[in-house]
């Protein structure tokens, strides 16, 4: 059983990340390094539903790799790809020189802020409802956290099971 204040302190470095990024990005001109922090915030809230499901934890920083073992989880998480592919650059080019031409601009980190937001938004639902799955204590909680995740996100949508 995973401790739930591990996910938790992945969930919360996630958000500290997110909202130092958000707190710059307007007056600041260090774009690489805003990209940099809106990385970081989805490879942990990919990383906390990883730990959350019990998933094989792997310390790599590739949000597409991550994104593909989130996908045991929920198949539908496969919408995120483009979001994470974007995001993914910003890992090594904003850290170290790069022999490549690198632009970062405001544009590109509103646009990064929008992808955390994406991945965040799909996350959440699933985290909650590892949450509560966690709270039971009854038999095939495996698959009660599967539909819980399910219900979860259907409730975000405003459909229900019936109508997919």
């Not at 094989?56 to 989880?73: A, M, N, Q, Y």
């Not at 509103?110 to 965040?120: D, F, M, N, S």
């Not at 409802?129 to 038999?139: D, G, L």
């Amino acid at each position: 059983m995973v401790d739930a204040q591990i996910v938790e302190e992945w969930l919360q470095k996630a958000e500290d990340d997110y909202l130092f990024a958000c707190s710059v990005i307007e007056d600041s001109p260090f774009y690489a390094q805003i990209c940099f922090h809106f990385h970081q915030s989805a490879e942990k809230h990919l990383k906390s539903l990883i730990i959350a499901y019990e998933l094989e934890f792997k310390k790599i920083h590739d949000l597409p790799v991550l994104l593909k073992l989130c996908l045991e989880i929920d198949p539908d998480l496969k919408t995120l790809l483009e979001d994470c592919t974007f995001l993914n650059a910003f890992y090594i080019e904003s850290r170290y020189p790069v022999h490549w031409p690198t632009q970062y601009t405001k544009e590109m980190a509103l646009k990064a802020r929008a992808c955390v937001e994406q991945i965040r938004d799909e996350i959440m639902p699933l985290i909650g409802a590892w949450q509560r799955s966690e709270k039971s204590t009854s038999e095939g909680v495996t698959s009660k956290r599967l539909n819980d995740a399910q219900d979860s996100k259907n409730e975000l949508s405003g459909t229900t099971n019936t109508e997919k």
